[in-house]
């Protein structure tokens, strides 16, 4: 129980009010982003490096809503898509823009698992499928924010025995980092008081040249990946893992995502929204993908100690209006989200996602930039 409690200790200190506004470049600086269904203050917090990078996160679903990253010619982009207001976070137009999802992100088929004689019916929000953790998964909960210092952000947050249908009462920390060799790192630690499912992600929608810019398709990306986990009409994995060489999907050196995306079209996913494995033994840091914008020559590297990575090529995009009021079109955004396979309770081949009490659920995953 000891490190997810030893964590939480360290966090006591709210942000809000607390911290210096005189030195942006030296210290976090915080705000309310506006207020939740409840009437309570979402706040924002800010994280800066002295290379020019910004990430601006609130604690609305523990979301990423701004991540500012210079280039090459010295043009600062913000490369993530979000809202500038908590109407946009509450509406139909969020699709999970730059959410923690949980408690189980992506897919569990029909929203049924069982441990032991157990059996458990989840929420099924993504029909007939649960999808990232239910009607009102984590993106959708108010965590409470707390520093770890001058370069990080931590959110915590207590989901409740039965939310969603999930088994036990999980506490969860995640934490943003931004480090001056130019990584956002986020962290994830969870504990459980009875066996469950658990299987955190980040889900932000990169766009390198900027959000709100044209598609990605002219992006390229490398997959550290040979195998995938093919799925049936409502994305769920059959159970049985196949080579990605001789399909749409091949991304073992870096190629532009137009090809596989539109090769993909009248698929169900409507594009590129697979689950890849990830080379190398799980719970080791090592390099899952590699994204490369040739127009504004931006790159970025993802680094995991989770199994699989969740290439979604932002196939259901329809053109809604985010931050400055850009438009985001159809596969104007990519995710890179690091997680097991999906439906990975009913697959017994695939690496486990049961958590059990005593155990701590651990998740590393690094966002490296470079311009
Ligand atoms: C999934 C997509 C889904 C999207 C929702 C992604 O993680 O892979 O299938 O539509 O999330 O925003």
């Known amino acids: ?58 604690n609305w679903g523990a979301t990423l809503y701004e991540l500012h990253i210079p280039s090459a010619g010295g043009r600062i982009a913000d490369v993530v898509l979000g809202f500038d207001d908590m109407e946009g976070y509450l509406s139909g137009d969020n699709q999970y823009f730059g959410c923690t999802a949980g408690r189980y992100a992506n897919r569990i088929a029909n929203g049924r698992f069982s441990i032991g004689d157990n059996e458990y019916q989840l929420a099924t929000n993504n029909d007939p499928n649960h999808l990232h953790g239910g009607a009102r998964g984590l993106d959708k909960v108010i965590w409470s924010a707390a520093s770890s210092g001058m370069d990080s952000v931590s959110f915590s947050y207590t989901s409740p025995d039965g939310d969603e249908g999930y088994p036990g009462e999980v506490s969860i920390v995640v934490s943003y980092t931004l480090t001056e060799a130019d990584v956002l790192v986020i962290e994830y630690e969870a504990e459980t008081t009875a066996p469950t499912h658990l299987n955190l992600t980040h889900h932000s929608y990169f766009n390198l040249s900027g959000a709100g810019s044209d598609t990605v398709l002219d992006h390229e990306l490398q ?148 311009w």
Not at 35 to 55: F, K
Not at 228 to 247: A, C, K, M, N, V
């Open 223 to 370: 997959l550290f990946a040979s195998r995938y986990t093919p799925t049936d009409d409502t994305l769920i994995p059959t159970g049985e893992t196949g080579p990605i060489s001789g399909t749409p999907l091949d991304f073992r050196t870096p190629t532009a995502l137009r090809g596989g995306a539109e090769a993909l079209a009248s698929s169900a996913a409507l594009g590129i929204d697979h689950n890849f494995l990830i080379e190398g033994a799980q719970g080791a840091l090592r390099t899952a993908a590699y994204l490369h914008d040739p127009v504004s020559r931006r790159s970025m590297t993802v680094h995991t100690t989770e199994p699989g990575l969740q290439v979604y090529t932002g196939n259901f995009l329809f053109g809604q209006t985010g931050k400055g009021g850009k438009t985001y079109a159809h596969r104007s955004a990519v995710c890179l989200e690091t997680q097991h396979y999906p439906d990975s309770p009913n697959h017994l081949g695939f690496p486990t996602t049961l958590l059990l009490p005593g155990e701590t659920y651990t998740h590393h995953t690094e966002y490296r930039f470079a």
């Open 1 to 58: 129980m000891s490190s997810l409690r030893t964590l939480s200790t360290l966090l006591l200190l709210p942000l809000a009010g607390c911290l210096s506004m005189e030195e942006p470049t030296q210290s976090i600086r915080s705000g309310v982003f506006g207020q939740a269904p409840s009437g309570e203050d979402i706040h924002w917090y800010e994280l800066r490096n002295s290379n020019g990078m910004i990430a601006r996160v609130h």
